[in-house]
Nanobody, 118 residues
Framework: QVQLVDSGGGLVQPGGSLNLSCSVS????????MRWYRQAPGKEREWIVS??????????NYADSVKGRFTISRDNAKNLFFLHMTTLKPEDTAVYYC?????????WGQGTQVTVSS
């Protein structure tokens, strides 16, 4: 059974940094492309980054809204997927979700709240 567990959210001041984690079980994460999304209050869920699997190749892609401020990393041995966020802005306030597609199904983490406020 595939499960994703998001963690690491919290309250941070504008200009601050935060690192989110996604713990993946039920599949070998290195074989799959991984993504982060976010959903701000009153808005639709928004894609922010895609990281391809080794087999798929290619490069990591970021939404313009986070490019240059957010980066991702993986620990494939531990099945962990990270989102490193810097220079945070109030408009980054949202619930953040990791996502993977596996055997024609889409799996989501439960989300972790990030609030950027002074």
């Amino acid at each position: 059974q595939v499960q994703l567990v998001d963690s690491g959210g919290g309250l941070v001041q504008p200009g601050g940094s935060l690192n989110l984690s996604c713990s993946v079980s039920g599949l070998k994460m290195s074989d799959y492309s991984m993504r982060w999304y976010r959903q701000a209050p009153g808005k639709e869920r928004e894609w922010i980054v895609s990281d391809p699997s080794r087999a798929a190749g290619g490069t990591t892609n970021y939404a313009d809204s986070v490019k240059g401020r957010f980066t991702i990393s993986r620990d494939n041995a531990k099945n962990l997927f990270f989102l490193h966020m810097t220079t945070l802005k109030p408009e980054d306030t949202a619930v953040y979700y990791c996502q993977v597609k596996y055997l024609d199904r889409t799996y989501w983490g439960q989300g972790t709240q990030v609030t950027v406020s002074s």
